[in-house]
Nanobody, 120 residues
Framework: QVKVVESGGGLVQPGGSLTLSCVVSGSFASLNAMGWYRQTPGKERDLVARVTSSGRETYADSVRGRFTIARDNAENALYLQMNNLKLEDAAVYYC??????????????YGQGTQVTVSS
């Protein structure tokens, strides 16, 4: 079983910064891509940023240049540095872990989410 736990959400003013963290634990043979997604009420969960096991990064257009994704393979951890936050960045942020079992089965596991509120 794979467990994904996010932390670091909170209240921040527009223009401020926040760093989200995610740790993946449990039983898996490999940790493949990891990513951050966000969701607001009534809307779909959208990709914010993603990084492969080899370090290839992908960003949503709305956050490119403001957000930075980073992973620590030794700690099975993922981070999202968010700078110059805007009102429209407010959402529940989810970490997604793509893992493989020893027999090659792929699992996609979300964490419980962490709330980011941007307000003056």
């Amino acid at each position: 079983q794979v467990k994904v736990v996010e932390s670091g959400g909170g209240l921040v003013q527009p223009g401020g910064s926040l760093t989200l963290s995610c740790v993946v634990s449990g039983s898996f043979a490999s940790l493949n891509a990891m990513g951050w997604y966000r969701q607001t009420p009534g809307k779909e969960r959208d990709l914010v940023a993603r990084v492969t096991s080899s370090g290839r990064e992908t960003y949503a257009d709305s956050v490119r240049g403001r957000f930075t994704i980073a992973r620590d393979n030794a700690e099975n951890a993922l981070y999202l540095q968010m700078n110059n936050l805007k009102l429209e960045d407010a959402a529940v942020y989810y970490c997604l872990a793509d893992t493989s079992s020893s027999d090659g089965v792929i699992f996609l596991t979300y964490g419980q989410g962490t709330q980011v509120t941007v307000s003056s």
